[in-house]
C-alpha cells in the first residue's frame, strides 16, 4: 500500500511561485508515475501534469504547459510540483497520485493511489 502525503500549498499572489512535493511511503514510489491534479470547488477534478517511474518522461496540460514542472526523486521517495506565473485560476486543492502504468496518468479514476491534497490560493 502506497501512501501519498502533499505540502506546500497557501497562499501567493499573483505571479508568484510555489513547489509542492509529494512524499510517499509504504511502497518504493520509484515502481509508479506520478501525477498531478488539481480540483477548485464545482469543478471536475483535472489532471496536470504526470512524470514516469524512471525513464523521465513527462505530460503537461494545455494551462500549465510553461508555467508547472514536474520532476522526482525516487531517492527520497519524492515529486515535485514547480508552479510559477499563477493566477487566481489556479486556485485549488491540488493532489499528488500515483499510477503503476505511466498510460493511466492523468486519468484521474484510473490513478491507484492519492493523496489527500493541499490548498493552493492565488490572491492578492
Not at 45 to 70: M, N, P
Not at 74 to 86: G, H, I
Request: some cysteine.
Amino acid at each position: 500500500q502506497l501512501q501519498l502525503v502533499e505540502s506546500g500549498g497557501g497562499l501567493v499572489q499573483p505571479g508568484g511561485s510555489l513547489r509542492l512535493s509529494c512524499v510517499a511511503s509504504g511502497v518504493t514510489v520509484g515502481y509508479y508515475a506520478i501525477g498531478w491534479f488539481r480540483q477548485a470547488p464545482g469543478t471536475e477534478r483535472e489532471g496536470l501534469s504526470c512524470i514516469h517511474s524512471h525513464d523521465g518522461s513527462t505530460y503537461y496540460t494545455e494551462s500549465v504547459k510553461g508555467r508547472f514542472t514536474i520532476s522526482r526523486d525516487n531517492a527520497k521517495n519524492t515529486a515535485y510540483l514547480q508552479m510559477s506565473s499563477l493566477t487566481p485560476e489556479d486556485t485549488a486543492v491540488y493532489y499528488c497520485a500515483a499510477a503503476f502504468y505511466y498510460r493511466d496518468c492523468p486519468t484521474p479514476r484510473a490513478m491507484d493511489y492519492w493523496g489527500e491534497g493541499t490548498l493552493v490560493t492565488v490572491s492578492s
